[in-house]
Nanobody, 125 residues
Framework: QVQLVESGGGTVQAGDSVRLSCAAS????????MGWFRQTPGKAREFVAR????????YYADSVKGRFTISKDNAKKTVYLQMNSLKPEDTAVYYC??????????????????WGQGTQVTVSS
């Protein structure tokens, strides 16, 4: 059973940087897509970025492009989200997710079947 555990959230000032980590275990990961999503109260979960575990191709939401970077460490089975130039509107609970069914990548949360518990990121102005 694949398990994901996020870490690295916290409270920062606007303009600061934060790196989130997502430690994965229990799966082969070779054909998986890994994604980061975020959610604020009363809003739907929003796609942030994704990476393919095999080839490492990446894709970002327009709202974070140029500021956030998703990466992975195969040996550690860990996916990272480096967030720079943070803005108050980046405040959210950030979730790591895995699509393990071999399907193509998606920005739709329902396409991902494994989720971490989430980590809060708060950006103050």
């Amino acid at each position: 059973q694949v398990q994901l555990v996020e870490s690295g959230g916290g409270t920062v000032q606007a303009g600061d940087s934060v790196r989130l980590s997502c430690a994965a275990s229990g799966g082969t990961f070779r054909s998986y897509y890994m994604g980061w999503f975020r959610q604020t109260p009363g809003k739907a979960r929003e796609f942030v970025a994704r990476i393919s575990w095999s080839g490492g191709s990446t894709y970002y939401a327009d709202s974070v492009k140029g500021r956030f970077t998703i990466s992975k460490d195969n040996a550690k089975k860990t996916v990272y989200l480096q967030m720079n130039s943070l803005k108050p509107e980046d405040t959210a609970v950030y979730y790591c997710a895995a699509r393990t069914d071999g399907g193509s990548w998606s920005r739709t949360p329902s396409a991902y079947d494994i989720w971490g518990q989430g980590t809060q990121v708060t950006v103050s102005s």
